[in-house]
């Protein structure tokens, strides 16, 4: 990943309370992305999500506990994402 740049962008990692998803929301707070983290493991969630504010304390780490295989919790998410996060300063902005 180091030739991308990721710093003021926003990323969104499903299954980030362990594994891959872990491993990458971690990876990719390191290189200054703000990141949305999704999982259906409030408890490993949260305790990725402090772990990564611990750690990276000028990226935004927003968490949502969402079990993806419902449809329609993973379209309520979509649409609080839509509604409530934006970028900053500009930044993926069209």
């Given amino acids: 990943m180091s030739r991308f740049v990721f710093a003021g962008g926003t990323a969104v990692?499903?299954?980030?309370?362990?594994g891959i998803g872990e491993a990458l929301a971690?990876?990719?707070?390191?290189?200054?992305?703000?990141?949305?983290?999704?999982?259906?493991d409030a408890d490993r969630l949260h305790d990725v999500v402090d772990a990564i504010r611990?750690?990276?304390s000028s990226v935004r780490v927003i968490a949502h506990v969402v079990d993806l295989a419902?449809?329609?919790?993973?379209?309520?998410?979509?649409?609080?994402?839509?509604?409530?996060?934006?970028?900053?300063?500009?930044?993926?902005?069209?």
């Fill in 54 to 56: 611990g750690r990276e």
């Fill in 70 to 94: 419902d449809a329609d919790a993973g379209a309520r998410v979509l649409l609080r994402l839509i509604e409530n996060f934006r970028p900053r300063d500009g930044a993926g902005a069209a």
């Fill in 26 to 40: 971690h990876a990719l707070a390191r290189r200054g992305s703000d990141l949305v983290l999704l999982d259906r």
């Fill in 13 to 18: 990692v499903t299954g980030a309370a362990s």
